[in-house]
């Protein structure tokens, strides 16, 4: 478990905070003989690529992966796994609230036979209305929606890398449910947690309350199940006022709103299935110093230059 590891660096105008990462990452698993520093530049518009082409050109550790344009976590994470060149692959945000030290805590239980390894946050850190958010959601997902949520899991997790592509292929919009649901062997482990002394979040109230309808509608059913039920109630309760000749408005008013609810439900629902049978790729690569395949490249794998650094 010392040899063959990538840190997935997710980036995005991360600036000066890409040397502190490097560093900090270099000196925590300075003992790992195969390791792979992959940072994947969500299409950032400051410095941020022009640091991680200096730190590649002095330290042939460090690979990168930079995007035509921001994609988000998801195409991230998709590029990362599928670039990653050593068997285990961990995630590690650049903003280092989880120490990068605690890796070898990750990699400790993963050697007892496990195939992701979650790290729980001990104390975390975040603001309160991430954490009342984070712990609504996770807490819905397992009880109203019947979701296999592991539970204290979160992004900062180990995953051999051929089980993270099986996941990637599958297209969900969640990876920490998608674990239990392929049938991997999973473990989580308490992992120590700091303040952020860098940058911001990117996931706001807004973002926090579209992830949680990704959750709900990707991994469960039931939405679809209560709107069947409210339809046959609907049918029923009209059915009744036309037998009656009672066509109360404020009844109507009601059944109006519960039918334009139940069509936004089953729109959520194709929206899915055409997400998960769509053809488009999840993100274009720009500049790498890796081999690119051709159709993550919108040259068709042609080398393209560099674009100037920055002044």
């Known amino acids: 478990m010392t ?22 990452l270099a000196e925590a698993l300075g003992g790992i003989g195969e390791l792979e520093i992959l940072f994947v530049d969500d299409g950032s518009t400051d410095d941020s690529l022009d640091r991680i082409r200096r730190l590649a050109g002095t330290d042939p550790r460090v690979a990168y992966v930079s995007f035509t344009r921001n994609f988000g976590l998801d195409a991230v994470m998709d590029a990362g796994v599928r670039y990653a060149r050593h068997p285990w692959t961990v995630q590690c945000d650049a903003d280092l609230q989880v120490p990068p030290a605690e ?10 036979g496990y195939d ?28 109203v929606f019947g979701i296999d949520m592991p539970r204290g899991a979160s992004t900062f997790r180990l995953v051999r890398t051929g089980v993270a592509r099986t996941i990637m292929d599958l297209r969900l919009p969640w990876f920490i449910p998608a674990v239990p649901l392929i049938g991997a062997r999973y473990a989580v482990t308490p992992v120590a947690h700091r303040p952020r002394t860098a940058g911001r979040s990117r996931l706001r109230p807004v973002r926090l309350a579209a992830h949680a309808l990704e959750l709900f509608f990707g991994f469960s059913w039931r939405p679809l199940t209560a709107v069947y039920a409210t339809a046959i109630l609907g049918l029923a309760a009209a059915l009744a006022l036309a037998l009656t000749g009672n066509p109360f408005p404020p009844v109507h008013l009601l059944l109006t709103g519960l039918t334009l609810a139940a ?3 089953v729109a959520r629902y ?5 997400r998960e049978t769509s053809p488009v790729r999840r993100y274009y690569v720009r500049e790498s110093n890796l081999p690119l395949r051709p159709e993550d490249t919108l040259t068709g794998g042609l080398p393209c230059p560099p674009p100037p650094a920055r002044p």
């Open 3 to 24: 040899t063959g590891l990538t840190v997935l660096v997710p980036c995005f105008n991360e600036g000066a905070q890409v040397e502190v990462a490097h560093r900090e």
């Open 103 to 112: 890796i070898w805590s990750l990699l400790a239980k993963a050697a007892e």
């Open 116 to 143: 992701v390894v979650f790290g729980e946050r001990q104390g975390r850190r975040d603001p309160l209305l991430r954490r009342i958010g984070s712990r609504v959601m996770h807490g819905a997902a397992r009880r």
């Open 263 to 265: 069509l936004g439900v």
């Open 270 to 274: 194709a929206h899915r299935l055409l």
